[in-house]
């Protein structure tokens, strides 16, 4: 097996990057070929039915069976003459990426065994009935009503991938409750809008719609596929579970922002090429900190379809990685000792006016409405963080959080000096001061001097979870391998919930005979005092920062099961019902699909890392013992006794060491299989998947730390499995 790990790293040092040429010199000239947008609409679709189409979009609507007819014969002429010769409802179940199920578009013209024709109907647009029981639902679907639905989201515009027209839609049980992610976050996005919306009309009444604009952050790891293969742990938990950390690994900080080396570069811009095939407009890529580390990240974009483009591009790198001789990587956290990846969520809220309501503006009245967002969200974000850091917690990203990297477990907003001071000031004002307004000059707080300083990318903090940026937030709390959506129905919906609330405050106010600015000040002024605890400017990963955290009242806790609990408090139900995104049914339902996730994956890495023991670790540490048995004992047959002890003492000692370190190793192996054997008859997912966190999680380091030892003394020449330096600096 060792022959096939000197193999692997003899192919991956042989490889060359692999030629990609641009499928166009502009790329204005492709952007966009596979997607049924609105330049294709205005091919294939009548005038009248791109205006309907427009307008139940512009609503959010749904469509009618007419206009589905009219929309899917045009789709399917452009789907044909693209090549496509099936369709699938793309949805996004709560399992990782997205699940499709093809159908070819023939159908008998007439009587079975008649010529076949090509046939795609306004109802096999609108909506489909897939076989909903092998999907997580949490018992929301007993078996019996297998039936779920998926019905396209028109938001969404449909894309051929291969020979497959492919059809953004949600997945509805048969009772109506979601068991996807994008039915929530249609809701969450029509709150916020319908909320944000609302407050804009204080300072702008011709505002008719909110976007929430999303741009995410993909880091992701390659490794060399001959390398992976050899690499159980990799291909099966898509992470080491075993591995000696290599002697440079990122110490040097000289990987991130380096140049890309030639056979990646090959592959970021096939990525490219094909993302742009799809209308994704990446933007940015680098290298990462951490080796064989990697970052893309497109232009922000309406949160929805941002959503939808990830997912696309997660599935696009994934098979792109494969022409170049790579692998890619999602989890949070493929390897001990170096960075993890994540996926920063940035996300903002603009008027169909154009504006941008976490920038700071030019008048007073924008920067007044700035202020409220701003002070909105950090008092939302307060309340419910908690709930924010459920939205993002798995099982991966808790490899990733708390440790001594990215965002700590606790969640907190750095705004920076500049915002932070322009709150301080208008909390101590007085509101007869602060309501002054100069139409040159602006606010007598000198708001309107803050656009020049904000732009200033200096004023930054890393170690945020949840960090302004100058025109919008930062969540950087989100894992690699995550379908943004869960984060993004969270930090949508609570502050939604939270505008709601400031604009019934507002309004008493006004009702009651004060003026509109008053009480907007008065009300800010109270929230930007309520919402103090949640500020924080300092270094997040500091032991004095965890512990004033727990003084101030924030949200602390480490254990993942327990985390999720954050959805289900009389809170979290109020919020979510209040503003229709889930029942309490549904949240039940989520939390069950949670836990049980959470169980599997720890429940498979515990099998694996089992496996990787006795097949390998153990095998080979006791093949280099006894050749060093065999060297001792020939020693003894050369030497007199005194003499083959003293040359043989180095040897006895690394003898001794391996049966010490293999019976320690079999010990708690045998103690990990009975953990699970309990941990597997608890019924209750929630206590199942705390006693797999508690009892069965904590044997993984222990039996680690001794095979990371032994792969220290044991002949390099018999170890099988890849070392770190081999997976993280061959490309
Ligand atoms: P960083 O400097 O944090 O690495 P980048 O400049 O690469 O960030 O941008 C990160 C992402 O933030 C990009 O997708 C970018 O389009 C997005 N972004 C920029 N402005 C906004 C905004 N107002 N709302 C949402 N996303 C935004
Ligand atoms: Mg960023």
Do not use: L, Q, W
């Given at each position: 097996m060792s022959n096939l790990r000197f193999k692997a790293v003899e192919d991956a040092f042989k490889k060359k990057a692999v030629e990609v040429a641009a499928p166009a010199p502009l790329t204005s000239d492709y952007y966009g070929k596979y997607v049924f947008n609105k330049t294709q609409w205005a091919k294939y679709l009548p005038k009248e039915i791109v205006k309907a189409l427009t307008g139940v979009i512009e609503k959010g609507e749904t469509l009618n069976r007419d206009l589905a007819d009219h929309v899917a014969a045009g789709m399917k002429t452009w789907a044909l003459e693209q090549g496509a010769t099936h369709y699938t409802h793309w949805f996004q179940p709560l399992t990782e990426g997205t699940a499709e199920k093809h159908d070819s578009?023939?159908?008998?013209?007439?009587?079975?065994?008649s010529p076949v024709i090509e046939e795609f109907s306004g109802k096999l647009l609108a909506q489909q009935e897939p076989d909903a029981s092998s999907f997580p639902s949490g018992g929301i679907r007993n078996t019996f009503e297998a039936r779920g639905y998926t019905a396209w989201d028109p938001s969404s515009p449909a894309f051929i991938v291969g020979d497959t027209l492919c059809i953004p839609t949600v997945f509805i049980s048969y009772t109506g409750e979601a068991l996807d992610y994008k039915t929530p976050l249609l809701k969450a996005l029509n709150a916020v809008d319908k909320a944000a919306t609302e407050v804009c009309h204080y300072f702008?009444?011709?505002?008719k719609k909110v976007f929430s604009y999303l741009g995410w952050e993909q880091e992701y790891f390659l490794v060399d596929d001959g390398l992976y293969a050899t690499r159980p742990d990799l291909v099966l938990t898509g992470r080491t579970l075993l591995g000696h950390e290599s002697a440079k690994n990122q110490q040097l900080e000289d990987h991130y922002f380096g140049s890309i080396p030639t056979r990646v570069q090959s592959y970021m811009k096939d990525i490219e090429f094909e993302g742009y095939k799809y209308g994704i407009p990446l933007k940015t890529r680098h290298n990462e900190v951490a080796p064989n580390q990697f970052e893309l990240a497109p232009i922000f974009g309406e949160t929805n379809l941002a959503v939808d483009q990830n997912l696309l591009i997660m599935s696009i790198m994934k098979k792109v990685a494969r022409r170049h001789g790579f692998r890619l990587l999602l989890h949070?956290?493929?390897?001990?000792?170096i960075n993890g990846s994540g996926k920063h969520n940035n996300w903002s809220l603009g008027t169909d006016t154009g504006v941008g309501l976490l920038t700071p503006g030019k008048t007073a009245e924008e920067n007044l409405q700035f202020i409220t967002f701003v002070v909105n969200i950090l008092l939302a974000v307060y309340k419910h963080n908690a709930l924010l850091k459920a939205s993002i917690m798995t099982a991966q990203n808790a490899h990733r959080l708390g440790a001594n990297e990215a965002p700590p477990a606790i969640i907190s907003v750095f705004l920076g000096s500049q915002v932070s001071a322009v709150l301080d000031k208008l909390e101590a004002s007085t509101s007869e001061q602060a309501i002054v307004m100069d139409p040159k000059k602006g606010m007598s707080l000198g708001i309107a001097k803050i656009p020049e300083v904000l732009l200033?990318?200096?004023?930054?903090?890393?170690?945020?979870p949840f960090a302004f940026t100058g025109n919008r937030f930062e969540f950087r709390a989100v894992g690699s391998s995550a379908n943004c959506s869960s984060a993004m129905i969270a930090l949508n919906a609570i502050v939604a919930a939270q505008l709601l609330e400031f604009k019934s405050t507002v309004d008493k106010k006004i009702a009651s005979g004060i003026a509109k600015e008053k009480a907007i000040f008065d009300v800010l002024k109270q929230y930007i005092k309520e919402s103090k605890p949640i500020r924080f400017d300092g270094n997040g990963y500091s032991d004095e920062w965890k512990a004033e955290a727990k003084k101030r009242g924030l949200d602390d806790e480490t254990s993942v099961p327990i985390i999720y609990d954050a959805y289900t408090t009389p809170q979290s139900i109020a919020l979510f019902e209040s503003i229709g995104v889930f029942s309490e049914r549904e949240l039940h339902a989520r939390n069950e699909v949670k836990w049980e996730t959470y169980t599997k994956k720890i429940q498979i890495e515990a099998r694996v890392l089992g496996d990787l023991v006795l097949n390998h670790i153990i095998p080979t540490a006791t093949k280099y013992q006894s050749a060093l048995l065999d060297n001792v004992y020939k020693l003894h047959q050369v030497y007199d006794k005194e003499k083959a002890a003293e040359l043989s003492a180095q040897d006895t000692g690394i003898i001794e060491e391996i049966a010490e370190r293999i019976s320690l190793i079999k010990y708690r192996v045998e103690a990990l299989v009975e953990a699970r054997k309990v941990a597997n008859k608890i019924e209750d997912e929630r206590a199942k998947a705390i006693a797999y966190r508690d009892k069965v999680l904590p044997y993984f380091e222990e039996i680690r730390y001794q095979v990371d030892k032994l792969e220290l003394i044991v002949d390099d020449e018999l170890w099988t499995l890849p070392k770190y330096r081999e997976l993280l600096f061959i490309r």
């Open positions: 578009f023939i159908e008998y013209g007439g009587a079975p065994g702008d009444p011709s505002v949070e956290k493929p390897f001990a000792g200033d990318n200096t004023d930054r903090n890393r170690t945020s």
